[in-house]
């Protein structure tokens, strides 16, 4: 778009700046500014990966009802993705405060998932039926019995726990047992824990 002073007859075009001035006699004039106005480049779009600020690689596995579940159907939400498995003893360390805040109001108001991943231990899907019973476990695990996921996440330790926002960007990625803390601050503002950290 273009504007001009029709009793000059100035037309400065669009992309171009001008300073108006007023003349002695009371007259008016437009004084082009010979510079462009810089327009910011448009950020670049995350690219799938493992790092903070990458969108986290989509797959898909069943759960303990036989559902095929998929990571993008949680787009929306902000989602916990935590690697476990029953007989690892962090992971039974994490597991009560997971649950807790699971089931909390401020993480139901946000619509919080959390998706379990079961990984890395050889624990059949009897056991893990048997510990989420004992533990009253709600929120939704998944069966990696071929560890698939696993190596795309590159797990080497259990737990592991990605946080991503409602995009599916990685936020925040926490090796070790999860604390109320971590789960605060990331429910809160995700984007203000951009970091890669041991729990607790």
């Excluded at 990571?71 to 935590?82: A, I, V």
Aim: aromatic share 8%; charged share 15%.
């Amino acid at each position: 778009m273009s504007f001009s002073d029709a009793n000059n007859g100035w037309i400065v075009p669009e992309g171009e700046s001008a300073s108006l001035l007023h003349t002695a006699d009371g007259g008016r004039t437009w004084q082009q500014i010979n510079a462009r106005i810089q327009t910011p480049s448009p950020k670049p779009k995350p690219t799938i990966g493992l790092q903070v600020g990458n969108i986290a690689p989509d797959f898909t596995l069943t759960d303990l009802h036989g559902k095929r579940v998929s990571l993008h159907d949680y787009r929306g939400k902000p989602t916990m993705l935590n690697f476990w498995y029953p007989s690892c003893t962090d992971c039974q360390a994490e597991i009560p405060t997971m649950q807790q805040y699971y089931a909390s109001a401020p993480a139901m108001s946000k619509h919080f998932v959390i998706l379990a991943v079961n990984t890395l231990g050889g624990d059949d899907e009897q056991t893990v039926q048997n510990f989420v019973q004992q533990n009253h476990l709600t929120y939704l695990i998944v069966m990696d019995e071929q560890q698939r996921v696993g190596t795309l996440y590159h797990v080497r330790e259990t737990p592991t726990s990605y946080f991503l926002d409602p995009e599916g960007i990685i936020q925040s990625v926490l090796f070790g047992p999860v604390g109320k803390s971590n789960l605060q601050r990331v429910l809160a503002d995700p984007k203000s824990a951009n970091r890669t950290t041991q729990g607790r």
